[in-house]
């Protein structure tokens, strides 16, 4: 049976980012159920409407991707209580122009990771208000709010701790679910 697509999104372009190692290990969690392709956000324009008639192409190939995916996993970090920049400059681009948004209609998991106590909760909060108007379903749970430490996570993404690895793949496993179950 083949797996569903699913494009991955990182909301840090960090070579060092702590949302990148708990990406990848979220992909190698998932990786029986799930095919990735992870989307390079970095070289998006900063957005502005002016060119929503005649789109960068760098803004076609990130359209591209997503409508090509069956389902999105997003992975951020949470700058000032909130998305980053970077991650909500590639959500904006990608619901315009008015009309063919990219992302209507598809499902999506959001996770991340931070060194404060709170884990990114409150800008996954905020993200998941964000995609809730783009028309993207969200998985609501588990939640992954996680404060990375030495114990958790490796610098290469390798996971250290048995009960994080078992969350990651019942969070993968509930999310393949998700995407096989489609949506109205
Ligand atoms: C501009 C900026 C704002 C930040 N704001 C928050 C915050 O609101 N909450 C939080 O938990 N961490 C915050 N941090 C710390 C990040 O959690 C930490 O830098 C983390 O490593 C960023 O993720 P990355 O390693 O994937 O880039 C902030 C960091 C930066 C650079």
Redesign the pocket.
């Known amino acids: 049976m083949t797996r569903p697509n699913v494009a991955v999104l990182?909301?840090?372009l960090?070579a060092?980012?702590?949302?990148?190692r708990l990406s990848l290990a979220l992909q190698a969690a998932g990786s029986e159920f799930l095919c990735f392709a992870p989307v390079d956000i970095s070289y998006l324009p900063l957005y502005n409407r002016d060119l929503d008639g005649d789109l960068p192409p760098a803004v076609k190939r990130l359209k591209k991707q997503v409508e090509a995916a069956d389902g999105l996993l997003l992975v951020t970090?949470?700058?000032?209580?909130?998305v980053p920049s970077v991650l909500k400059n590639a959500l904006d681009w990608g619901s315009r122009p008015y009309g063919a948004s990219a992302w209507r209609g598809k499902v999506a998991a959001v996770a991340g990771?931070?060194?404060?106590?709170?884990?990114?909760a409150?800008?996954q909060t905020h993200l998941r208000t964000i995609l809730t108007h783009l028309d993207i379903l969200t998985l609501p749970q588990p939640e992954l709010y996680v404060k990375?430490t030495d114990a958790l996570l490796s610098e290469t993404g390798d996971v250290l701790s048995p009960d994080f690895e078992r969350l990651l793949v019942d969070f993968m496993q509930r999310f393949a679910a998700m995407i096989g179950s489609g949506r109205a």
Do not use: D, H
């Open positions: 990182v909301g840090s960090s060092r980012s702590i949302n990148q970090p949470e700058y000032n209580r909130s990771a931070s060194t404060g106590a709170l884990g990114t409150v800008a990375v």
